[in-house]
Antibody, heavy 121, light 108 residues
Framework: QVQLVQSGAEVKKPGASVRVSCKAS????????LSWVRQAPGQGLEWMGW????????NYARKLQGRVTMTTDTSTSTAYMELRSLRSDDTAVYYC??????????????WGQGTLVTVSS | QSALTQPRSVSGSPGQSVTISCTGT?????????VSWYQQHPGKAPKLIIY???KRPSGVPDRFSGSKSGNTASLTISGLQAEDEADYYC????????FGGGTKLTVL
């Protein structure tokens, strides 16, 4: 069965960076893309970006460009999301979700369990 | 790009039907048939219930249906059950992916 298992909760200070991992199993990793979605406390879902596990192509949300980097390691079927220059409003649960293989899509059929990132001084 | 517009809340009694709208523009919902819907219970990850406007993943009851007209997509839940009480989000492709603000469904 398809599973996405994320790394554990993080507490960071403003200005620091965080890297969240997402290990996939149960399917051919390179045949799909992955999106990262975050949810601030009590708020809605916010799409952060997409990465192709096939060739590493990325498409980031405009408001995060310059602060976010998404990568994949096909040897371990793991995706990573790094967010830099953290601010208090980056406090959120961060989800990875399996996405379409094409950049042109909007289909998240499997989700990780979520990783709480807290930014606090 | 602005978030898609959803009603903040809807409600219905068990057995009734409810419809949740998701309004975008001609550059997202109106242009592409890549609209999906997600159900999220408190403290849980979202779950895909509709994709490509009206397709249901296996295992999702046929009480859930999706449609689109112009710039507005809709999710209809018929035969409401207590376990349908949750937050619902739409998402559309628009060069990027855009979510709606979410709708809280209350089953009375």
């Amino acid at each position: 069965q398809v599973q996405l298992v994320q790394s554990g909760a993080e507490v960071k200070k403003p200005g620091a960076s965080v890297r969240v991992s997402c290990k996939a199993s149960g399917y051919t990793f390179s045949s799909y893309g992955l999106s990262w979605v975050r949810q601030a406390p009590g708020q809605g879902l916010e799409w952060m970006g997409w990465i192709s596990a096939y060739n590493g192509n990325t498409n980031y949300a405009r408001k995060l460009q310059g602060r976010v980097t998404m990568t994949t390691d096909t040897s371990t079927s793991t995706a990573y999301m790094e967010l830099r220059s953290l601010r208090s409003d980056d406090t959120a649960v961060y989800y990875c979700a399996r996405d379409g293989s094409s950049e042109v899509d909007a289909l998240f059929d499997y989700w990780g369990q979520g990783t709480l990132v807290t930014v606090s001084s | 790009q602005s978030a898609l517009t959803q009603p903040r809340s809807v409600s219905g009694s068990p057995g009734q039907s409810v419809t949740i709208s998701c309004t975008g523009t001609s550059t997202d919902v109106g242009r592409y048939n890549y609209v999906s819907w997600y159900q999220q219970h408190p403290g849980k990850a979202p779950k895909l219930i509709i994709y490509d406007v009206s397709k249901r993943p296996s295992g999702v009851p046929d009480r859930f249906s999706g449609s689109k007209s112009g710039n507005t997509a809709s999710l209809t839940i018929s035969g409401l059950q207590a376990e349908d009480e949750a937050d619902y989000y739409c998402c559309s492709y628009a060069g990027i992916r855009i979510f709606g603000g979410g709708t809280k469904l209350t089953v009375l």
